[in-house]
């Protein structure tokens, strides 16, 4: 139990449609990052949020965005969806006090694109 | 850029047998190296670390140390159970404020009793 909730566990859409998942951050910790995860396939970076602001993204393109609130909940948005986007998307939360590197992650979102 | 190259799964051991699961990495600078494990039904949960060269990590058993010279992290367990039985994940990162990990493709370990 890392204390990171995420929402929604499954769902299914549509090519061309766009969706919301969202996290909850384990208390005290101001850092969220998202990872895609494709079957079969480690986790990707997509991108992380410090106090707010995105202080890093890998490689994804502009239609994955994301938001973190001042209680430092986040939500990634992916609008067009492809089929390539089908995949677990997890969040992960980290503080930094102190710093120890270590990421503490949801169980993630299952999203399967039709 | 940063990669992470662990061997490909299954790994199919008895209970009590030695395991091995390799891991070789590229990185920029001096990375944190990590094991991270995915249990059935659950999320990513760090298994064990080392930040610099010749540390070793250490955790359940499980243990690994940090190569510089031959750029590897390499878990070992003396003894698996059939509680071991997950996905291993081999990451990284470069440090600095961005603190993004960069993950293998995982290795699944399957333990029969």
Known sequence: ETGVTQSPTHLIKTRGQQVTLRCSSQSGHNTVSWYQQALGQGPQFIFQYYREEENGRGNFPPRFSGLQFPNYSSELNVNALELDDSALYLCASSGDRPNTGELFFGEGSRLTVL | ?113
Request: glycine residues 12%; neutral net charge; charged residues 20%.
């Open chain 2, 1 to 113: 850029g940063d990669s992470v190259t662990q061997m490909e799964g299954p790994v199919t051991l008895s209970e009590e047998a030695f395991l091995t699961i390799n891991c070789t990495y590229t990185a920029t600078g001096y990375p944190s190296l990590f094991w991270y494990v995915q249990y059935p039904g659950e999320g990513l949960q760090l298994l064990l670390k080392a930040t610099k060269a010749d540390d070793k990590g250490s955790n359940k058993g499980f243990e690994a140390t940090y190569r510089k010279e031959t750029t590897s992290f390499h878990l070992e367990k003396g003894s698996v159970q059939v509680s071991d039985s997950a996905v291993y994940f081999c990451a990284l990162t470069s440090g600095g404020g961005r603190r993004a990990l960069t993950f293998g493709s995982g290795t699944r370990l399957q333990v029969q009793p």
